[in-house]
Every structure is written in structure tokens, then in C-alpha cells.
DNA sequence: CATGAATGAGCGTTCATTCAT
DNA sequence: GATGAATGAACGCTCATTCAT
């Protein structure tokens, strides 16, 4: 095979969409994209059939990036309370250190096509956050409402919690901590 | 004269505004829009200078409408708990009658080009509702993080409780009240 | 209604479509088609929603054009062969006045996006040249075939006859008897 | 070495060619053609230096092909009519036998990057069916035209009779033989 | 002021051709 | 020579904005 299609620029265009998606927003050029990549304007499409099948791509792989880190080291023998703090503080850190993914990640979740599947796929990739989210849930005064709401809400605090420590990188760690106690009142 | 020409057309313009944002996103070509209120595509720029404009416009109408309805019948006398939970009934409510409003308020808050000055002011228009937070707030275990924060986890609870309230309107009122009482665990 | 859309701007650019189409072919820019015209590369697609869709009317025009000029002034007290002659020699001195009109339609007639509508009307617009040549066909040596073989034909000898009429201008009203008497012959 | 290369690779690409032509049109991509040839996509122009030089070498070899089938078999001896009939017989056979070559000529014909040098070979490739009709032209009531306009004319009707034939299968013979008679008349 | 045609920059995508492997 | 990724000019079409009526 003559000139194989290389991982490398595959994952340069990726980075290159991040960064051009922060600093544009989704109605960025892929023209644009491809310069950032340093690749023509033509060859973006041999890596991704059209500019939403890229962005479906980006985001199903941030978010497997995201669940991913989140997930790292989670001791199955400790306390549920351990577990939480220990993946909330994953989770956390994560969007502190890779600030422009995840504000890409927020951008491209309201994209307007993204695909059922790619929607079911990066659903998929939450699940095992979801399962140590609901062995607490169940317990505590949430245990009436839908996993999803536990979820979501969850999500929304995460969300808010990211927020302050990508603005205010100093006590990102205080923030973080801050957030996990509020999350696990809200679930006791 | 503050505003000269017709305040029905200019309202027509930004009701239909909510309507096609929510169906086809803030890509939404202008003169759809115009369509949509009935007017002529080039009498949409006799309202709003620009595209960004009206969505500026929008976005600080729909959220201050949202705080007015938050803020209806406080009654200073009650208790801040009480209180809290008017403000939350009255605001979860409204999302749940507009949705389309929401929804809208929700794309617009990504919208890329919404000026320094419609975000402060939006700001503004939250403040009674964060009057209100904040005492709660600061005599809970958030009483060291920012005013902000706790603004922002209020925030972004609600609009969790939003989204589950329009999904499943049977459940409403349901939803509604666990979101709240969620919420007093976090700040207490 | 403001600067309505006007006659002669849509005749322009079917105009600037038929010497652009003859230069260039099928393949031309709709942007040299509309500088062509005099207007705005965008402007084209007031007056034509697609490529295809002025290509289609182009058609149709010329079609139509054609056949009205092949059918004018026949004489239906006059023979059968006086009728025919006349036909002809209408048709023939059309295509003579109008070189570039006769082969763009010849390109458009091999447009792979041709209309099922517009070949429908295409072929109505021949009706009345079809009508005279029946005549004359059930009665000759032709009685057995289908009315449409006939009709190709003709068309065929016409199209040949019309080649060397407009690349031998001097001798246009000889081929044309020539052509003319062959068909007569070919009938009978 | 006038033919470097694999001839049967040359071959695989034209008969693709014919095929593609076909069914998508002059404009179908040469990356469709290659990969219906079984070959990559670069590798076309190893054998072709552009997409204009693989049309006209197409044109011309389809063309000698069918003019060659046309010729097959005369026998000088017979009557002039005899040839003619067996010459429009091989002929208008071969495009009822291939119509996908005679579908993709006839789109080739219209070809808008057709070499002067290729339409030269082509008609030099009609030349010993022209030199049959020739004899029968300058016996009868074409004598006084061009030479060329007999062969046009003669060529427009077989297009219309291989029309037929492939269109009506089941009478392609017929339709042949309706079509000489035809022919015949016109030149006697 | 209302209208809607006019404008033209801009975008996503295609594709003939080149060239590194 | 074969491969197929890389290239970038080109195209059809959209749409925010302007302006003649």
C-alpha cells in the first residue's frame, strides 16, 4: 500500500478541529480545520467522509477519552463514598487539564447532527460511571427518580464544577472538592 | 423616540425567532425567520441591525423573562426556605410552559457571538434570584466558595430538573419537587 | 412588490445560458453563465433554483421555440407535400437563423438531468409538426412502422440537413431542398 | 515499444469505461472507471495521460470497432445494393449485439475535448463504408451534394434505426430492414 | 417604512492529476 | 509499474446584508 493513511494525521486533524472548534465554534471552516492540521483542504475528506461525520467522530472520541480518565483506578474494594470522590476527582481533573476538549465536547453536544448511534455510543462509554452513580443513588433520597436523572444531574454539576476550575486554575483543586461534597449531599 | 416602528413586528420577529431556533438551531437562516413572522426578509434588519443582534436581543428578553417569572410573589416575610421554593416552583414552571423558550434560551447561551454587555446584563437579571441563593448559600457548607458557584450549581440543577420536567410532563410537578429538595441538600 | 423580478433579466440569462453552453458546454459554470448575463453569480438563482432546473426550461424554451417557428404558417388547404415543404423549410431556416440556439439544444437534448416533465412537454411541442408528418407517413411505405420512427427520422435528417446549412451558410436554402427531398422520398 | 505496459490492463479500462459512460454520463469520475476496471485510481494515467486522452482513445477505438463490423464480408463482386444492405445489416447489428459501445460512441460524439486528430482518424476509419455509399450517391438524386452530406445523412438514420432496434429487441430486424429500405430510397 | 430582488463572499465537497511509497 | 493518499482548484449553492422601488 502506497502512502498509508496515516493514524497521525487522522489525530492531527482531530486536535486541529478541538482547538479551531474553541476558537470558532461550530460553524468553523473545514477549510480552516485542514490548515490547523496542516494538510489540503481536500484531504480532510479522505480521513472523514463529510464535516459531520468528523465532528461525530471528535466527539464520540473526547467523550470515550473523558468517561475513560474518569474512570482510571477505581478500586472495587472501597468504600462507595471512595469510589465517587475518586472518579469525580478523575473526571474533574480531566477537563482542567484538557480545557479546549472539553469546552469542544460542550460545543458538540449541541451540534445538530450528531447521530443516534454516535449519541448511543458515547451513552455506552458512560455506563461504568453510571453504575458506581447508581449504587448511591439507590440508597439515598433519589431512589425514587430515574437513574438518567441521577445521571444528568450529576452531569450538570460536573459540568458547573469544570467551569470554575478552568476560570480559576489556582483552586481548581478546592473547587473540585467543593463539588463532590455538594454531589454527595444531593445523593444522601 | 426610543423605539420608533412597531413594536408588534418586532415582537413577531423574536417569538418566531424562538420557533425556528428550536427547530433548525441558531444556523437558522434569516429569512426564515422573516417568514416565520411574517414580514419580508429585508425587514427583519429594520429591528435588528444584524443576525447577532437579534439573537443578543432574544437571548436577553427570554432570560429576563424567565428571572421575572422566577421572581413573581417572593414573599419577604416567609422563610428562606420557603422562599427558595416559590422561586424554584415559579421557575421550573415556566420552563415547563415554555419550552420552546427554554430551549431556545439554551442554544442562544452558546451562541457564539453574544456580546460582553448581553451577558452582563443577563446577569443583572438574575440577580434577585441570586439574592435570594445566596443567603441560603452563606450559611451552608458552600459559605467559602464564590457566590458564583453556588449560583452556577443552582443553575445548572435547575436546568437538569427542566429538561426531565418538559421530557415527562406527567411527572412535572414531581420532578420539580425532587430537583428542589436536591438542591436544599446541596446548600444545607 | 420592489424591484420585481424581471422578464428581462430571466430572457438574459437563458441567453447567456445559450452562447455559454455552446462555448463550453454542459459543464459551464453557472458563475460565467451569470457574469455572462450581466448579474450576480448568486442573482442566477432567483430566476432558477438549480443548474438543472434552468437547463430544463432552456430546453423547453428552445424546444418550444423551434417547433412554434417549424409550424408557422401552414396552410391547411394546401397539399400534403406543400404542407411538408413548408414545415421544413421553416424548421430548417430556424435552425440556419439560430445556429447557436439549434446546438444548444442539440447539448441540452443529451443533459443527463433532463425532467421526465420536460421531456413530456418537449415532445408536446412537437405535436403539431408530428400530426402533419403522420399523414404522410400512413400512406407511404412507412404504413407498418411505429409513428415515432418516422418522427425520428425526420428529426434526424432535419438535424443532419441543419449541420450543413450552418456550416455552408452560401448553400443553406439548396441543402435544404436537398434534405427536404430526401425526406420525401424516404415517405413515399 | 509503441505499447509499454499490460494491453490487457488497456482493455480492462476502456470496456470499464463503456460502462461507466453508461450509466453515469461523460462526467462520471475516473477514480469510478478505474475502480471498475479492477485497477487504482492513480493507475489509470499510466495508461492514459488524462481523462480527454482515455475518451478520445475510446471514441476511436469504438468507432473503428463498429465501422470495421460494418465492413465485414462485402463482397466486391455483388450488386451495389447487396453491398449496401449487407453493410447496413453488419452495421446496425453490431449496435443492436453492443449497445452499450453504441450508447457510450454516441455520448462520445458530443464530447466537448474531442481532438481534431481523433475526429480525423474516425472519419478515416468510415471511409471504405463511405466509398460504398459513394457509388450509390453519385448515381442518384444526391449526386449534386457534397459527398459527406449522403454519409450524414445515411449515418443519422442508422442512429435512428439502432435506436429502434435496441429500444424493440424483438423487431430489431425489421426495424434494419425498414431502415435500408428507407436509406435506399433516399438515394435512388 | 415595507418589500423582495440583488449582491458576492463563503462553504462543503468533488475530482483530475501528482507523487511518495 | 502499481498503489492510493495528497493536492488544490473549481463548482453549485446559501445567506446575511443592501438597496432600488
Same mark, same amino acid.
Not at 113 to 116: E, N, P, S
Given at each position: 500500500m502506497a502512502r498509508p493513511k496515516s493514524d497521525d494525521k487522522r489525530s492531527a486533524i482531530l486536535a486541529a478541529a478541538i482547538r479551531v472548534i474553541v476558537k470558532q465554534g461550530l460553524g468553523a471552516p473545514t477549510a480552516t480545520i485542514a490548515r490547523e492540521a496542516g494538510i489540503a483542504n481536500g484531504s480532510l475528506f479522505t480521513y472523514f467522509e463529510t464535516k459531520a461525520d468528523l465532528f461525530n467522530q471528535l466527539y464520540l472520541e473526547l467523550k470515550t477519552?473523558? $468517561?475513560a480518565a474518569a474512570s482510571d483506578g477505581l478500586s472495587h474494594k472501597a468504600t462507595l463514598r471512595v469510589q465517587c470522590a475518586r472518579m469525580w476527582s478523575n473526571w474533574?481533573?480531566?477537563?482542567a487539564k484538557h480545557p479546549d476538549s472539553r469546552r469542544a465536547l460542550a460545543l458538540l453536544g449541541v451540534f445538530g447532527?450528531?447521530?443516534?448511534e454516535t449519541r448511543a455510543a458515547a451513552h455506552q462509554a458512560m455506563v461504568p460511571m453510571a453504575v458506581i452513580l447508581?449504587? $448511591?443513588r439507590s440508597k439515598g433520597p433519589l431512589r425514587n427518580s430515574p437513574m438518567n436523572f441521577a445521571i444528568a444531574m450529576m452531569n450538570s454539576l460536573a459540568?458547573?464544577?469544570?467551569d470554575f476550575m478552568i476560570q480559576d486554575p489556582k483552586h481548581a483543586d478546592e473547587h473540585s472538592k467543593v463539588g463532590f461534597e455538594a454531589l454527595w449531599r444531593m445523593l444522601n
Open positions: 477519552g473523558m $468517561a474533574t481533573r480531566w477537563a447532527d450528531l447521530t443516534a447508581e449504587r $448511591a459540568e458547573t464544577t469544570m
